[in-house]
């Protein structure tokens, strides 16, 4: 004679199992909420060169990377002006959204001859949505005349 089933015991385990699996998926589902910004958050662009214009007498550039942010980008690198004359060498940094700025524009000088270093982070972490592209214009700006001299606009988009 084979024992009966027991309908309750076997109706109890299922109540606890889906409620094991309802506080899996609702843990799961709170994790992926609050972790998903985060490993999302940072992608790098390779190094950057931009250059000042080649018919200035005293060329400059400045080069480094971007690491870009939900809605920011840090900017690191240097500005190097070619040799010691009588210009400087500033490199200017725009953040836009498509193609509207966003935030002011940063700028970094190096003169007579010494290179100079430089990391900020650029952008509004307030705007929705962040920026997704860095303009950077590098001039050689002579302050004894006031003329200044600009090598062509370079963007680089969030990847």
Known sequence: MTPAFDHTR????KLARFRRRAAIGAALATMATVLTPV????????RFDVYS????????????????????????GWVQPDW????VVVAYFEAFTNDTRVGPTEHR???????????????????PGGINNIRITVCNEYPITGQRYCGLRRRFDKP
């Open 84 to 87: 010691v004359g009588s210009s």
């Open 109 to 127: 000088t190096a003169e007579d001859g010494y290179s100079k270093n430089y990391g900020f982070t650029i952008g509004d972490p307030d705007k």
């Open 10 to 13: 076997e109706t109890a385990l």
């Open 39 to 46: 490993a999302a958050q940072a992608s790098v662009t390779p």
């Open 53 to 76: 214009p080649a018919g200035a007498n005293d060329e400059g550039w400045a080069y480094g990377s971007i690491t870009w942010s939900n809605r920011t980008a840090y900017i690191g």
